[in-house]
């Protein structure tokens, strides 16, 4: 095995944890390259928090191990806490003070001289759009303040690793472009980030590797272009107006492959996986101007992460992410 204090920024071999009788982790392996994003994906109660908690030292694994910066989280966990920042679930700041004085307060528990602490937090609230609030106690920020107060609170140190569980949960667009943004800035001055999310799209945008977990183990990783490979194929969507008209529409895109469409009943979207692209289009339309079926906003995409996590786990799509409580494990 490779010396982890000169391998990647985080690995995990063979991570066990249970709950009573519940089994949370049963062999989660994992590896992030330093300067990458690492996106983690499951539907709720997969695992990913419970990974998180591991990896930062808040929950000691049943078995296996893991390594942070080249820290081991058994043998050597003040190393690993040196080295890591870390954003929960839940906005960990506190109201009694300002925003800036919770990230002053960051600050010097990194040992931050004085000057340096003020210089970085008025930086980071610069860099979150808080500078208005920064003087006002947290306790009069909105939802979205508070996690992008806690955001800046897990990079004050610039730490080599940062760990961010469901990030961007909470905000709203500008809010969560802004986190991106910062994500990429991390990771574009060498910082290794470790980023689980209930948002595909994130993933997408922001992870260079992904790995899906699926009751407690890994069910597949890679890029996101190669998980979508594995899905295969394109899908085929378009939308029928009129109501009466849409079974026997779903029957001709049932035609097209071995898999029966997917119809929102609110809209009347169907939408079908097929192997054949333009072919298949240009078929379906035939057969449906035959069938005087109407139809509207046709589209043929490639598969999305959305389609990935719809085959490996065979869950909705809106199961996606850790939920609250110990439905997050």
């Given at each position: 095995?490779?010396?982890?204090?000169?391998?990647?920024?985080?690995?995990?071999?063979?991570?066990?944890?249970?709950?009573?009788?519940?089994?949370?982790?049963?062999?989660?392996?994992?590896?992030?390259?330093?300067?990458?994003?690492?996106?983690?994906?499951?539907?709720?109660?997969?695992?990913?928090?419970?990974?998180?908690?591991?990896?930062?030292?808040?929950?000691?694994?049943?078995?296996?191990?893991a390594?942070?910066?080249?820290?081991?989280?058994?043998?050597?966990?003040?190393?690993?806490?040196?080295?890591?920042?870390?954003?929960?679930?839940?906005?960990?700041?506190?109201?009694?003070?300002?925003?800036?004085?919770?990230?002053y307060?960051?600050?010097?528990?990194?040992?931050?001289?004085?000057?340096?602490?003020?210089?970085?937090?008025?930086?980071?609230?610069?860099?979150f759009?808080?500078?208005?609030?920064?003087?006002?106690?947290?306790?009069?920020?909105?939802?979205?303040?508070?996690?992008?107060l806690?955001l800046?609170?897990?990079?004050?140190a610039?730490?080599?690793?940062?760990?961010?569980?469901?990030?961007t949960?909470?905000?709203?667009?500008?809010?969560?472009?802004?986190t991106?943004?910062?994500?990429?800035?991390?990771?574009a001055?060498?910082?290794?980030?470790?980023?689980?999310?209930?948002?595909l799209?994130?993933?997408?945008?922001?992870?260079?590797?992904?790995?899906?977990?699926?009751?407690?183990?890994?069910?597949?990783?890679?890029?996101?272009a190669?998980?979508?490979?594995?899905?295969?194929?394109?899908?085929?969507?378009?939308?029928?107006?009129?109501?009466?008209?849409?079974?026997?529409?779903?029957?001709?895109?049932?035609?097209?492959?071995?898999?029966?469409?997917?119809?929102?009943?609110?809209t009347?979207?169907?939408?079908?996986?097929?192997?054949?692209?333009?072919?298949?289009?240009?078929?379906?339309?035939?057969?449906?101007?035959?069938?005087?079926?109407?139809?509207?906003?046709?589209?043929?995409?490639?598969?999305?992460?959305?389609?990935?996590?719809?085959?490996?786990?065979?869950?909705?799509?809106?199961?996606?992410?850790?939920?609250?409580?110990s439905?997050?494990?």
């Amino acid at each position: 095995m490779t010396d982890p204090q000169s391998g990647p920024a985080i690995r995990a071999e063979g991570l066990t944890k249970s709950f009573g009788t519940r089994r949370a982790l049963a062999g989660v392996d994992l590896e992030a390259a330093p300067g990458t994003v690492l996106g983690v994906l499951g539907p709720n109660g997969a695992g990913k928090t419970t990974t998180v908690r591991v990896l930062s030292t808040l929950l000691r694994p049943d078995g296996g191990r893991a390594w942070v910066a080249g820290h081991d989280v058994l043998a050597d966990p003040e190393g690993v806490r040196r080295n890591l920042g870390l954003s929960g679930q839940y906005a960990a700041v506190d109201e009694k003070l300002t925003g800036r004085e919770n990230l002053y307060l960051v600050g010097r528990l990194y040992n931050l001289g004085r000057h340096a602490a003020r210089r970085r937090a008025g930086q980071l609230l610069g860099d979150f759009d808080l500078e208005e609030a920064a003087d006002r106690p947290s306790r009069t920020y909105s939802g979205g303040m508070r996690r992008r107060l806690d955001l800046a609170g897990a990079l004050v140190a610039r730490p080599p690793v940062v760990v961010l569980d469901e990030p961007t949960t909470g905000l709203d667009p500008r809010g969560r472009a802004d986190t991106w943004r910062a994500v990429r800035e991390l990771v574009a001055d060498g910082t290794t980030v470790l980023l689980t999310t209930q948002y595909l799209e994130e993933a997408d945008q922001l992870a260079d590797t992904i790995v899906v977990i699926e009751s407690g183990g890994v069910v597949a990783r890679g890029s996101a272009a190669e998980l979508k490979a594995r899905v295969g194929g394109e899908r085929l969507s378009l939308t029928v107006p009129e109501p009466q008209a849409r079974g026997a529409a779903a029957e001709v895109l049932s035609s097209l492959g071995r898999h029966r469409p997917d119809l929102d009943h609110r809209t009347g979207r169907l939408t079908v996986a097929t192997d054949h692209g333009a072919q298949s289009l240009e078929y379906a339309l035939g057969c449906l101007r035959l069938a005087q079926i109407e139809v509207r906003d046709v589209a043929l995409a490639p598969p999305t992460l959305d389609d990935v996590f719809l085959s490996l786990t065979g869950g909705p799509v809106t199961a996606v992410g850790t939920g609250a409580g110990s439905g997050g494990r």
